[in-house]
T-cell receptor, first 112, second 111 residues
Framework: LAKTTQPISMDSYEGQEVNITCSHN???????ITWYQQFPSQGPRFIIQ???TKVTNEVASLFIPADRKSSTLSLPRVSLSDTAVYYC?????????????FGTGTRLQVTL | NAGVTQTPKFRILKIGQSMTLQCTQD?????MYWYRQDPGMGLKLIYY???????DKGEVPNGYNVSRSTTEDFPLRLELAAPSQTSVYFC??????????FGPGTRLLVL
């Protein structure tokens, strides 16, 4: 299993760009990197997924360097509603479901 | 399209009691999952199913049982509740092994 390491918490002001880095040194060739967002008292929600280089959607961007040993979730111009826990997952989408592990995540606090 | 629904939202059990947590999805997903989340922690996979009639253990299956008789439903059974099973339980579903869609969760307190 590819273990991930993320900062426990981050603070940001509204309107700033937030970058959350995830370390996954033993990522396997078939593994993808997926980020989920979780608000209090709710289930996690998919944000973005990527394999290499850069992926962008309407919510975030995901940057993955060539060695794939880390990845960075970028949230442009955060608002108060982006306050949540963000989980980085590494796993093979064609492998068994039991290989997907949620770590403790990064708790992002956005303030005015 | 309701997505993934879970019942009940909250339950208090006495030690040794049993209960079933219900999970239903209306997206025709073949994969379904049960997770538990302890306070301040990430989610841990309890059981998962790749289709009706097929289930398999996840990371923390002890004390739980599941069944999958239909595509839509994936109930989680606790036979002898213990205080260590106090947690929030999330059900999720996915089309194949891709993005998982989560339900709102069931908060369980065992006293």
């Amino acid at each position: 299993l590819a273990k991930t390491t993320q900062p426990i918490s981050m603070d940001s002001y509204e309107g700033q760009e937030v970058n959350i880095t995830c370390s996954h040194n033993n990522i396997a060739t078939n593994d993808y990197i997926t980020w989920y967002q979780q608000f209090p008292s709710q289930g996690p929600r998919f944000i973005i997924q990527g394999y290499k280089t850069k992926v962008t959607n309407e919510v975030a961007s995901l940057f993955i360097p060539a060695d794939r040993k880390s990845s960075t979730l970028s949230l442009p111009r955060v608002s108060l509603s982006d306050t949540a826990v963000y989980y980085c997952l590494v796993g093979d989408p064609t492998g068994t479901a039991s290989k997907l592990t949620f770590g403790t995540g990064t708790r992002l606090q956005v303030t005015l | 399209n309701a997505g993934v629904t879970q019942t009940p939202k909250f339950r208090i059990l006495k030690i040794g009691q049993s209960m079933t947590l219900q999970c239903t999805q209306d997206m025709n997903h073949n994969y379904m999952y049960w997770y538990r989340q302890d306070p301040g922690m990430g989610l841990k996979l309890i059981y998962y199913s790749v289709g009706a009639g097929i289930t398999d253990k996840g990371e923390v299956p002890n004390g739980y049982n599941v069944s999958r008789s239909t595509t839509e439903d994936f109930p989680l059974r606790l036979e002898l509740a213990a205080p260590s099973q106090t947690s929030v339980y999330f059900c999720a579903s996915s089309h194949g092994k891709e993005t998982q869609y989560f339900g709102p969760g069931t908060r369980l307190l065992v006293l």
